[in-house]
């Protein structure tokens, strides 16, 4: 398997503009996702998914943030109008559903907002 | 709510010593699985070990190991023999073992920088 997949890498962005990130889950893996790193905060959980329905969407920070997974193999992260605060690593992770199972994470894609 | 405390924001170490680097947790749950990932400056989070929490024996993988003392909510990585490739951040994590929303969603410790000395 190939792994997390993650695109894009890097995203250089205005302020305003739409962004949307891409994430292709690990096959088989019922779990998905999102969190954000920065330096004054760390890893930050966003939102996650089971079989492709969100569970817990309390860590997006502002209506500006959504995310969606239509289907097992794909899932996307929007920010709406982006701002410079935006700025950060987003990370994708898959697991399946035993609470042992660590997660696999993609690359990132870091996000710079100017 | 669970929390995950790393202590050394920064550590060294000389290439082939050993380095033990330390994680401290608090949970009112007895049930639950702890972690260790690396992210080198490639940025990839790659687990480096997993520790169950009913377990008494402690996790090794190759040069990595950890000492997990459930009573003290301690979770350490010891690092033996210590390469140049070790070099990278090191993130605490725990996870419950239990059911229900949250429940599969990592908490992460700020992490601890470590550098490797040739």
């Known amino acids: 398997d190939a792994g997390v997949i993650q695109s894009p890498r890097h995203e250089v962005t205005e302020m305003g503009q739409e962004v949307t990130l891409r994430c292709k889950p690990i096959?088989?893996?019922?779990?998905l996702f999102w969190y954000r790193q920065t330096m004054m905060r760390g890893l930050e959980l966003l939102i996650y998914?089971?079989?492709?329905?969100?569970?817990?969407d309390s860590g997006m920070p502002e209506d500006r943030f959504s995310a969606k997974m239509p289907n097992a193999s794909f899932s996307t992260l929007k920010i709406q109008p982006s701002e410079p605060r935006d700025s950060a690593v987003y990370f994708c992770?898959?697991?399946?559903?035993?609470?042992?199972?660590?997660?696999?994470f993609g690359s990132g894609t870091r996000l710079t907002v100017v | 709510a669970q929390t995950v405390t790393q202590s050394q924001p920064e550590m060294s170490v000389q290439e082939a010593e050993t380095v033990t680097l330390s994680c401290t947790y608090d949970t009112s749950e007895s049930d639950y699985y702890l972690f260790w990932y690396k992210q080198p400056p490639s940025r990839q989070m790659i687990l480096v070990i997993r520790q169950e929490a009913y377990k008494q024996q402690n996790a090794t993988e190759n040069r990595f190991s950890v000492n997990f003392q459930k009573a003290a909510k301690s979770f350490s990585l010891k690092i033996s023999d210590s390469q140049l490739g070790d070099a990278a951040m090191y993130f605490c994590a725990y996870r419950t073992a239990y059911s229900g929303a949250g429940s599969y969603q990592l908490t992460f410790g700020k992490g601890t920088k470590l550098s490797v000395i040739p």
């Open positions: 992770a898959s697991s399946l559903s035993p609470a042992g199972s660590g997660y696999t």
């Open positions: 998914f089971n079989n492709n329905v969100p569970i817990d």
């Open positions: 096959s088989g893996h019922d779990y």
